[in-house]
């Protein structure tokens, strides 16, 4: 690579990585983003390749962020057309376990190959993606409890062979509790069902560069086409689709099409439909017309059945009771990095031919241990509620029933239900002893003025930004 181009391309990184930083805060970023290595770009293919040191790193960051920094790649520089995640050629020998398997994406020579030709692609389009269905993500290897059975039937029913009384299927979760492994199981089970059925997967990110890509080479008739002959779509993470008034469009009446053909649609996002800002109100009707299907947090005994059956899947080593308990009671944010705490522990232990143990799990997982431990108590949220609407803290208990308190009162009863795990009937007692339907009214009221009350909604985030920071 010639000096000036390796100085350019390392300053769109030092901007990229400078935006990533700030999407996914100081932890993820340092771990996964900041050990990145740029390569050269292909002058024929486009590619850029992107190295890890290890490959396990680099199977990570291509599991979760080969979409983000495609993107970024290719509106920082009009010739990268791919970003290629792999490990660094001097490390290759290095060898790292994965609990989940290989998540590869199919642009990635990932063994797919088989869905791939099944599902078809929109290729000629401009579309240059392949399904890229992870091999791993499966009904079976979906874990089920109170926090997310009624998503698993619903995407159950939704693969099924009869018609499903309901379509789109929207399925609504927090980061890492499992909508992205719904929508590949999906994919599988309904592909068993149907050889021969044509299935898209995508990410509305996705969705939007190979939409821009068509209009640039004037080959819209053909993109329209190929992507209303899919059978079953799987949009992910459409709150990116947010803002993007052509794209929002192409996508609305792409659904109109397939659904008046009785074809199959799943979208997943972090947020409801309502809340999805920018989306035109057509269009969001439409994402809310079939059955939005919600995953809750996963609880203790979800956690621990989750990592039960990975180790049963998987496990090439022995793991100790207590570290599973230690695991499933300390990592509470997402599954994600449950699963993703496991994964390193065990790989760490079998790399240095450790035991796994408590203590090497507090060594070795510090970042993640100390990001979960951080829990925001109602006390903390009725002193700030109480700070920020300038009442008394007595308030949050009082019988007084004037909308000046009333509505503060509710608000620091929703935040408590949203940012702590505590049941209804838990937070009712902190709040002067009320009862747990006080509770739920006060959670459903607030959500519900959230979504007609911009300055509801702006006090809401105001508050979440100072309790969670
Ligand atoms: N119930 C579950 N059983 C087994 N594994 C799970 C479950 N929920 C999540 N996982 C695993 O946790 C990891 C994160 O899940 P996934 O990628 O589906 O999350 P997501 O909700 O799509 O997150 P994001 O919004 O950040 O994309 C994956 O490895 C997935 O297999």
Redesign the pocket.
């Known amino acids: 690579m010639e000096d000036a181009e390796a100085v350019n391309l390392a300053a769109d990184w030092a901007d990229i990585s400078q935006g990533l930083r700030k999407d996914l805060g100081h932890q993820l970023h340092s771990q996964w983003i900041k050990p990145i290595q740029i390569g050269g770009i292909d002058k024929d293919t486009g590619t850029l390749d992107l190295f890890l040191p290890t490959e396990f790193s680099a199977n990570w960051v291509n599991d979760r962020f080969h979409d983000r920094l495609q993107l970024a790649w290719k509106i920082a520089r009009s010739e990268v057309r791919k970003v290629r995640v792999q490990v660094h050629p001097g490390r290759r020998q290095i060898h790292e376990l994965r609990l989940?398997g290989g998540r590869r994406a199919a642009n990635d020579g990932g063994d797919t190959s088989a869905i791939a030709v099944a599902a078809g692609t929109i290729g000629d389009a401009g579309f240059t993606s392949s399904v890229g269905l992870d091999p791993s993500?499966t009904f079976a290897?979906?874990?089920?409890g109170e926090a997310?059975v009624l998503a698993k039937n619903a995407a159950e029913r939704m693969a099924a062979t009869e018609q499903p009384q309901f379509s789109p299927l929207y399925l609504k979760?927090a980061?890492?509790?499992?909508?992205?492994?719904?929508l590949h199981a999906i994919g599988h089970a309904y592909l068993s069902a149907h050889p021969r059925a044509r299935i898209f997967y995508c990410s509305a990110e996705r969705f939007m560069v190979e939409f821009v890509q068509a209009l640039k080479q004037n080959q819209m008739i053909e993109f329209k086409a190929r992507l209303r002959s899919f059978d079953l779509l799987l949009v992910?993470?459409i709150q990116f689709i947010i803002g993007k008034a052509s794209a929002q469009e192409e996508l609305l009446y792409t659904i109109d099409a397939l659904l008046a053909e009785g074809k199959r649609l799943v979208f997943?996002a972090?947020r409801a439909p309502q809340a999805l800002d920018g989306v035109e109100p057509r269009l969001l009707s439409r994402l809310s017309m079939g059955l939005v299907a919600d995953?809750q947090a996963?609880d203790i005994e979800?956690r621990r059945k989750?990592l039960e059956?990975k180790l049963t899947r998987f496990a090439p080593l022995d793991v100790p009771g207590d570290v599973v308990d230690f695991l499933a009671r300390t990592i509470t944010r997402?599954?994600?990095e449950l699963?993703g705490g496991l994964n390193k522990l065990i790989a760490y232990a079998q790399l240095t031919g450790q035991e796994v143990s408590l203590q090497l799990a507090e060594e070795q997982l510090t970042d993640i241990l100390s990001a979960n431990r951080r829990r925001i108590t109602i006390d903390e949220i009725q002193r700030t509620v109480c700070q920020f609407y300038r009442i008394d803290r007595s308030e949050m208990s009082s019988k007084r029933r004037a909308r000046a308190v009333v509505r503060p009162r509710q608000v620091a009863m929703y935040l408590a239900k949203v940012l702590t795990p505590r049941s209804y009937p838990e937070i009712g007692r902190k709040f002067g002893g009320r009862d747990h339907s006080t509770v739920i009214h006060a959670v459903r009221l607030i959500e519900d003025l959230r979504q007609r009350d911009a300055d509801m909604d702006g006090d809401v985030r105001s508050l979440l930004r100072q309790l969670e920071s």
Not at 141 to 144: E, K, M, R, S
Not at 175 to 181: C, L, V
């Open positions: 989940d993500l290897a979906f874990v089920t997310n979760a980061t890492g509790q499992g909508k992205t492994h719904l992910d993470d997943a972090d995953i996963a979800l989750i059956s997402n599954v994600r699963v």
